[in-house]
């Protein structure tokens, strides 16, 4: 069973302050949604807007995965393979907004004379236009969404920072908007909308390639003939920073390289607003799992030394003290297997193990369940409000790559077949979530 604990510690609790917008607390160990976007993407309140529209191609290529034999290249049948094809323009950029639109209903109606006369920049400028309609919250931490066009209105909701809605009316200073499942009224000084809503919208979402097949090759061109420089497991999420025809190119731990979309499914992430009766949902569960997994960790962590090729590791159990948190226990434990080797697949942290592997092996001494995917460990846990907020023992979660954050702005990772687990610099990459266990 796998068990994750979410955080209550700083949670922020719909209040009748007439204050609409707050700031995000010095001290917290959020249990609220971090920002959106490429930097923090969320892992529970994320929309994947490819599960909100059917997809013909996407059982397609379920299908064709399922009987892909071992010796296809990337899970592509050679004998139907063209390898020579220049890639087309990217289009992320049109692909988040077009996602985005489509999920908030964001639309601007067009006659069939306009549409059958426009050319090609023409379509652009309209789909432009079309997100004039979205409303873009700007904040430092949430605004208040309220059923009236008052401070005197009942807090519904909360939209997050960069948390996108869909435009209603205005009245008063106030946008009345649909998000999710919430809809009311928000202070118009702490949103945007109209042109300047054009730009923000295509930096809210974040374009994920999520792996169909069971090892996806990233290779270093966009083709069949290129060098491999790494491989996927299924069900892992790639950041896409473009789309070619056929390919597109992602970031992973090795470098940035291209896989075929024949493999992956594409989506855009984005958050939307919570609802007052989600977040005291959400905020239960964050305080049942929390405690679930200190009362396992308490009980459970392994007192057992294990020695490899000669060298002998501490036990978990010798790392907790009373005065030590369970998170410092584990990235203290975690240090002891910097030197050891990267094995794709592997969770051995004496022989061998990937990224997820390690850190689920590295929980698992502390009475811990964890994936073993590092897309999945974006969902594990509590948010935390990025990097300037984590503590050691979080999981520090990056496109196709996870780790164990140990202080000082530093994580201990299976990083390579290179260069086997080691110390870096959190920031190395960019960061799409932090999460917290205890």
């Excluded at 050319?119 to 997100?131: K, Q």
């Excluded at 030590?324 to 080797?341: D, E, R, T, W, Y």
């Excluded at 094995?343 to 990937?354: E, K, Q, R």
């Amino acid at each position: 069973m796998q068990l994750v604990a979410l955080s209550v510690t700083a949670a922020i609790t719909f209040l009748s302050s007439n204050v609409d917008a707050f700031a995000a607390s010095p001290n917290k160990v959020t249990s609220v949604m971090p920002q959106a976007g490429i930097t923090y993407a969320l892992g529970n309140k994320q929309v994947s807007l490819s599960s909100l529209q059917q997809s013909v191609e996407l059982g397609k290529n379920q299908t064709e995965n399922s009987s892909t034999s071992s010796s296809t290249v990337d899970g592509v049948d050679l004998t139907n393979a063209i390898t020579d094809v220049t890639p087309a323009a990217s289009t992320v950029t049109d692909n988040v907004l077009s996602d985005i639109q489509n999920a908030t209903g964001s639309v601007i109606k067009k006659t069939a004379t306009n549409v059958a006369e426009a050319d090609e920049a023409a379509e652009v400028d309209s789909e432009e236009e079309s997100f004039k309609s979205l409303v873009i919250a700007k904040v430092t931490n949430y605004v208040n969404v309220r059923d009236i066009p008052s401070e005197d209105g009942e807090i519904v909701g909360k939209l997050y920072d960069k948390s996108v809605g869909t435009f209603i009316d205005e009245e008063d200073g106030w946008y009345k908007i649909q998000s999710g499942s919430v809809e009311g009224y928000v202070k118009a000084e702490f949103c945007v909308t109209g042109e300047d809503a054009v730009e923000l919208a295509k930096e809210v979402g974040t374009r994920i390639a999520t792996v169909t097949t069971t090892t996806l090759k990233v290779r270093n061109g966009a083709g069949l003939d290129a060098e491999v420089i790494g491989l996927v497991p299924i069900e892992d999420e790639l950041v896409v920073e473009e789309e070619l025809d056929g390919w597109v190119k992602v970031s992973i731990e090795e470098g940035d390289g291209y896989v075929s979309t024949d493999y992956v499914t594409l989506s855009t992430e984005f958050v939307k607003a919570e609802s007052k009766a989600e977040e005291e949902a959400r905020l239960a569960k964050e305080a049942a799992e929390r405690a679930a997994a200190t009362k396992a960790a308490k009980a459970n962590t392994s007192s057992k030394s294990s020695s490899s090729s000669g060298s002998s590791y501490n036990s978990a159990s010798s790392y907790t003290t009373a005065t030590s948190s369970i998170g410092a226990a584990v990235s203290q434990f975690a240090l002891q297997f910097v030197g050891n080797p990267y094995v794709y697949g592997g969770t051995s942290l004496t022989n061998g193990a990937d990224c997820s592997g390690f850190v689920m092996s590295v929980y698992a001494n502390f009475g811990v369940s964890l994936p073993h995917s590092s897309g999945a460990d974006r969902s594990v846990g509590a948010a935390v409000d990025g990097l300037a907020n984590a503590q050691p023992g979080d999981i520090v979660c990056y496109s196709g790559h996870v780790a164990i954050y140990i202080g000082n702005g530093q994580i201990v990772h299976a990083s390579t077949a290179k260069t086997g687990i080691k110390v870096s610099n959190a920031d190395y990459r960019s960061v799409l979530a932090v999460r917290r266990i205890f």
